[in-house]
């Protein structure tokens, strides 16, 4: 079994800047990439960024590109998302999830942590 959880989301202004965490734990075998997906009220489950443990390889969606920034330190087995320059639009909940390689699909990743609420006001 692997265990996601994810922190750090909140209430932010536009223009505002958060950072979530995704510690990772359990047999993770070789699941080598981390993905961080977003889900709004009304919305299918979008990919937002991934990261591979192994080289640290990233991946973004056009909508995030230049205002996010997802990192990983192996050692704390931590996965971070600098989220930067809010938008309203951003507001959704964020899920990091474990799979195999880096892939902007949710069917590739097996393991889901539970989701932080992030909330971007006007």
């Known amino acids: 079994q692997v265990q996601l959880v994810e922190s750090g989301g909140g209430l932010v202004q536009a223009g505002g800047s958060l950072r979530l965490s995704c510690v990772v734990s359990?047999?993770?075998?070789?699941?080598?990439?981390v993905g961080w997906f977003r889900q709004a009220p009304g919305k299918e489950r979008e990919f937002v960024a991934a990261?591979?443990?192994?080289?640290?390889?990233?991946a973004y969606a056009d909508s995030v590109k230049g205002r996010f920034t997802i990192s990983r330190d192996n050692a704390k087995n931590t996965v971070y998302l600098q989220m930067n320059s809010l938008k309203p639009e951003d507001t959704a909940v964020y899920y990091c999830a474990a799979g195999w390689v880096i892939d902007s699909a949710s069917r590739q990743y097996d393991y889901w942590g539970q989701g932080t609420q992030v909330t971007v006001s006007k």
């Open positions: 990261v591979r443990w192994s080289g640290g390889s990233t």
């Open positions: 359990g047999r993770t075998s070789n699941r080598d990439a």
